[in-house]
């Protein structure tokens, strides 16, 4: 009796004990928790309505003690990308890498830099200093400060630096919060093609700048010649920031965007190139014939929107255009107001000129230093846009034309006037900004249009 029923219990024995044996495993928390590696579907995947599992009793056993007794698993932790750093990218190299740029060489002296491994690779005649500028490739296996004091030693008369890089000055476009967006309104300039005051004359204007789309609508009917003197392998730049300055100054007076001397003439030099990552930038190399150019053309100012670093040659040749009386105005930079002061703002012959927003206040981009003279709209101001039609654009780039055009009209009434008498003059009716009398900030202050050529301020 006792065989016969131990006989009739051990199948139920068995049964149990292979219950609490996965129960305990369940209890563990191994992977043997999960349902599928035991051949066991989870419940809510079961569609087929089959009772296979609950035959004997362990499913519905199995899933009890799953219930009261297996632990519950922690959810997987979500775990949050991790962000790369962010690596700031590298600032823009201030020069070529393996150039130099001279002039005043004797061709016994170029002889013997090409024998020790210099290469010219460009040159051109500068006629206001009867001579040549030439750029030359440094031998290889040395460095650029090594070759400048090779070439030093050997043309010590020559005027010797790197080929420095000039960009332009333009900061992040910003919307015109305001009905009219003509931004001379702000220094008192007339509309149309009435002149400030009584300025009479014919007007000549150069610009040193990138390329310029010579076939917009603002330029129609405007006289405006466009010479490029990069070396035509070479991408050409944008032509955002040219057409834009361009239209500033000589806009037609119909057009959406009229200019503040519509009826000049304007020379306009594209020196400019696109490098990678368009990085649009010209040489020391251009702007030094460049400006060669303009002075045989005779224009009586130049514009120039750009800044880089202190160079001798630009240097000399900001010199030789300043003997000749041409007003030169440039942009005192976008660098930041504690950078140092950019070039050829800084140069004491050349008009430096920051901006200022439509409540006056100092353009936050704006570089600051004793050298800047003057103050004008550079934030949102209205001007042509590279293929048609108009936008806002900012940036001491656009500040620049306004005293470019007063400088001009005021130059044209008065030919023999020279440099320090027109920012004489511009000083006596401007508004004071700012600490009382000149500041690093605005300069003498904001250019008033209202008392150019003997208008009443």
């Known amino acids: 009796m006792r065989n016969s029923l131990a006989a009739i219990r051990t199948p139920a024995l068995l049964r149990l004990l292979f219950v609490f044996v996965l129960s305990g495993s369940m209890l563990i928390g191994g992977d043997w928790t999960t349902p ?206 040219g057409t834009a300055v361009a239209a500033l100054l000589v806009g037609a007076p119909e057009s959406r965007t009229p200019g503040l001397v519509p009826g000049a003439r304007l020379i306009a030099l594209d020196t400019f190139h696109k490098a990678r990552r368009n990085d649009e930038r010209a040489e020391a190399y251009n702007l030094v014939r460049a400006l060669d150019l303009l002075v045989e053309r005779q224009v009586h100012v130049i514009n120039m929107s750009l800044s880089g670093p202190d160079n001798e040659l630009l240097e000399q040749a900001v010199g030789r255009v300043a003997e000749r009386g041409i007003i030169m105005v440039a942009a005192a930079g976008n660098e930041g107001p504690r950078s140092e002061p950019v070039y050829p703002a800084a140069y004491e012959e050349v008009v430096a000129v920051t901006a200022i927003d439509r409540r006056k206040r100092p353009y936050r981009r704006a570089g600051r230093g004793e050298h800047i003279d003057f103050a004008a709209p550079g934030v949102a101001v209205w001007t042509a846009a590279s293929i048609s039609g108009k936008r806002t654009k900012t940036g001491t780039s656009f500040a620049a034309p306004f005293v470019t055009a007063a400088a001009a009209l005021m130059k044209t009434a008065n030919p023999d006037l020279t440099t320090e008498q027109i920012r004489e003059r511009l000083t006596r009716s401007v508004e004071d900004l700012g600490d009382p009398g000149k500041d690093p900030v605005f300069g003498w202050g904001l250019l008033n249009a209202r008392a150019i050529c003997g208008a009443t301020p």
């Open 36 to 241: 599928e590696l035991m051949g066991v579907q989870p419940a809510l995947a079961d569609d087929d309505d089959d009772d296979d599992d609950d035959d004997d009793g362990v499913g519905n056993v199995i899933r009890m003690f799953r219930g009261q007794f297996a632990p519950r698993l922690p959810r997987p932790q979500r775990r949050s990308p991790q962000r790369r750093a962010q690596v700031p990218a590298p600032p823009p190299p201030t020069r070529a890498p393996d150039e130099i740029v001279g002039l005043g060489f004797t061709a016994a002296q170029l002889d013997q830099m090409t024998a020790s491994g210099f290469e010219v690779l460009e040159r051109s005649p500068i006629a206001s200093a009867d001579t040549e500028v030439i750029k030359l490739r440094i031998p290889s296996g040395i460095t650029l400060e090594a070759a400048r004091e090779q070439a030093v030693a050997t043309a010590p008369q020559a005027v010797l630096d790197f080929n420095h890089y000039y960009r332009p000055e333009q900061g992040a476009e910003q919307p015109c919060l305001t009905d009219d967006c003509l931004a001379r309104v702000l220094v008192g300039w007339p509309a149309g093609q009435e002149a400030p005051g009584a300025c009479t004359g014919t007007v000549h204007v150069g610009l040193v700048d990138t390329a310029i789309n010579a076939e917009h609508s603002a330029f129609e009917g405007a006289e405006v010649e466009v010479i490029r003197l990069v070396d035509e392998k070479l991408p050409e730049s944008g032509k955002q920031h």
